[in-house]
């Protein structure tokens, strides 16, 4: 271990030791006191002298006549300077404006109900069709024999069915005799003139007749029943026959190539689709701030985003259910489009009518939130003090945005109103609204 280390260590430890217990001895000396003054006070023979405080009286100088009092408001708060805008509020329309598409009116995908070969020439893509004109066709195959079948067993069965109702007929007349020979039977054997073997004989002829009346009833009922299935299989077969063919439900575009000859359509399988264009639909989406101001039948009026052209319609559709995602309200707007000339899936700029309001346009960058969240401006209020007002955004467009809820002229902060609050003094300098 080092020696002078330890030396140095227990040197400056003696110095502060005597600097603590002689401290007063030292301040004294420092103010000009004599050394044996010094040594007094170290010794505790003598008081350490007051510090020298200058007469505050005399310090103070007489202030000269005329000469401005601000050094009493050293202490209040510095303007601080921001950048304002004069805005004048301006009638708005109330349209709801919002971003939106184009969707066909319908839309449907011919699928087959039944499997076979398509033996009919294919429809390109862009084609028009109207309602009931053929698409796809396919191969009837076994078919139409089954069909013919079918027919013949109907046939078959309606044919047995006046048999059937004489057996019925017969039946019944049987049935009239035996109950006649019954009566005559028990009234001789009442007088004695036959026996009982003779009235016994009859009445089981009578119960034989019963029995094939009942027989004869359950096959014409064998017959209705057979008749009945064979109108059904009769109807199966035409029903499938009806399915080769796959018709247009409603006029419209092909918007793919209907199945190629020769291909094989399984049961759903994709004949083609087709898309109704005339009217067409505007759909958008409706903020739930917004949506109360907009009601079915309003007008409405888009402006596509390709070439910029203007249509005009209603709106016929207005969601009452959110989506849970957005938490926005779909809107649908019907528009004519006899020329087919608005397709399906473009983008369109919608505007709906609704009541004006007086609005400012300001820059988006000036609106700010309070310690609430409450979305507002602040502004330059009474006596240059800065003050926070709450807004509502009316729109949004590329020049800025539309806001309620100040008055009618407000000098609006547009740089620094995130460096001052409520009732702190500022220092404008105003910009015109056009820079």
Same mark, same amino acid.
């Given at each position: 271990?080092?020696?002078?280390?330890?030396?140095?260590?227990?040197?400056?430890?003696?110095?502060?030791?005597?600097?603590?217990?002689?401290?007063?001895?030292?301040?004294?000396?420092?103010?000009?006191?004599?050394?044996?003054?010094a040594?007094?006070?170290?010794?505790?023979?003598?008081?350490?002298?007051?510090?020298?405080?200058?007469?505050?009286?005399?310090?103070?100088?007489?202030?000269?006549?005329?000469?401005?009092?601000?050094?009493?408001?050293?202490?209040?708060?510095?303007?601080?300077?921001?950048?304002?805008?004069?805005?004048?509020?301006?009638?708005?329309?109330?349209?709801?404006?919002?971003?939106?598409?184009?969707?066909?009116?319908?839309?449907?995908e011919?699928?087959?109900?039944?499997?076979?070969?398509?033996?009919s020439?294919?429809l390109?893509?862009?084609?028009?069709?109207?309602?009931?004109?053929?698409?796809?066709?396919?191969?009837?195959?076994?078919?139409?024999?089954?069909?013919?079948?079918?027919?013949?067993?109907?046939?078959?069965?309606?044919?047995?069915?006046?048999? $059937?109702?004489?057996?019925?007929?017969?039946?019944?007349?049987?049935?009239?005799?035996?109950?006649?020979?019954?009566?005559?039977?028990q009234k001789?054997?009442?007088g004695?003139?036959?026996?009982?073997?003779?009235?016994?004989?009859?009445?089981?002829?009578?119960?034989?007749?019963?029995?094939?009346?009942?027989?004869?009833? $359950?096959?014409?009922?064998?017959?209705?029943?057979?008749?009945?299935?064979?109108?059904?299989?009769?109807?199966?077969?035409e029903?499938?026959?009806?399915?080769?063919?796959?018709?247009?439900?409603?006029?419209?575009?092909?918007? $793919?190539?209907?199945?190629?000859?020769?291909?094989?359509?399984?049961?759903?399988?994709?004949?083609?689709?087709?898309?109704?264009?005339?009217?067409?639909?505007?759909?958008?989406?409706?903020?739930?701030?917004?949506?109360?101001?907009?009601?079915?039948?309003?007008?409405?009026?888009?402006?596509?985003?390709?070439?910029?052209?203007?249509?005009?319609?209603?709106?016929?559709?207005?969601?009452? $259910?959110?989506?849970?995602?957005?938490?926005?309200?779909?809107?649908?707007?019907?528009?004519?489009?006899?020329?087919?000339?608005?397709?399906?899936?473009?983008?369109?700029?919608?505007?709906?009518?609704?009541e004006?309001?007086?609005?400012?346009?300001?820059?988006?960058?000036?609106?700010t939130?309070?310690?609430?969240?409450?979305?507002?401006?602040?502004?330059?209020?009474?006596?240059?003090?800065?003050?926070?007002?709450?807004?509502?955004?009316?729109?949004?467009?590329?020049?800025?945005?539309?806001?309620?809820?100040?008055?009618?002229?407000?000098?609006?902060?547009?740089?620094?109103?995130?460096?001052?609050?409520?009732g702190?003094?500022?220092?404008?300098?105003?910009?015109?609204?056009?820079?």
């Amino acid at each position: 271990m080092r020696l002078l280390p330890l030396l140095t260590a227990v040197l400056v430890a003696a110095i502060l030791a005597v600097a603590i217990m002689y401290r007063g001895a030292l301040v004294a000396f420092a103010n000009g006191a004599s050394f044996e003054e010094a040594v007094a006070i170290a010794e505790g023979t003598a008081p350490p002298p007051a510090a020298a405080e200058p007469d505050a009286a005399a310090a103070e100088p007489e202030p000269e006549a005329g000469a401005p009092a601000a050094a009493e408001d050293d202490t209040a708060p510095q303007p601080v300077s921001v950048v304002a805008m004069r805005s004048t509020a301006t009638e708005v329309d109330g349209a709801v404006v919002l971003r939106g598409q184009t969707e066909a009116a319908r839309q449907v995908e011919l699928r087959a109900e039944t499997s076979g070969r398509v033996i009919s020439n294919p429809l390109r893509k862009g084609a028009e069709v109207q309602e009931g004109d053929l698409v796809c066709e396919l191969d009837p195959g076994t078919r139409e024999a089954s069909l013919s079948e079918a027919q013949a067993r109907l046939a078959e069965a309606r044919a047995s069915v006046p048999s $059937s109702e004489a057996r019925v007929e017969e039946a019944k007349a049987a049935l009239e005799e035996a109950l006649i020979n019954q009566n005559a039977a028990q009234k001789l054997s009442e007088g004695g003139y036959a026996s009982d073997t003779r009235v016994a004989s009859a009445n089981a002829a009578v119960r034989s007749a019963e029995a094939g009346i009942a027989a004869a009833e $359950s096959g014409l009922s064998t017959v209705s029943a057979a008749i009945q299935s064979a109108e059904a299989a009769v109807a199966a077969a035409e029903r499938e026959i009806d399915r080769l063919t796959v018709e247009a439900p409603f006029g419209g575009l092909l918007e $793919s190539d209907a199945a190629e000859i020769g291909s094989l359509l399984q049961t759903g399988g994709l004949c083609a689709t087709i898309i109704q264009l005339d009217p067409i639909k505007l759909v958008g989406y409706i903020p739930e701030t917004e949506v109360d101001r907009v009601t079915t039948g309003a007008r409405a009026g888009a402006r596509l985003a390709a070439g910029a052209r203007e249509v005009v319609g209603e709106v016929t559709f207005l969601s009452r $259910s959110a989506d849970p995602q957005t938490r926005t309200f779909r809107v649908e707007i019907t528009v004519p489009n006899p020329d087919l000339s608005i397709r399906d899936g473009q983008t369109v700029e919608i505007g709906i009518e609704a009541e004006g309001a007086q609005a400012h346009l300001l820059p988006q960058s000036a609106l700010t939130l309070d310690d609430d969240g409450t979305l507002g401006v602040r502004i330059v209020g009474a006596d240059s003090m800065a003050e926070f007002v709450p807004i509502d955004v009316m729109r949004d467009t590329a020049r800025g945005m539309w806001v309620t809820g100040l008055p009618d002229q407000a000098d609006v902060i547009i740089i620094g109103q995130e460096y001052v609050v409520s009732g702190v003094p500022v220092a404008p300098t105003f910009q015109e609204p056009t820079q």
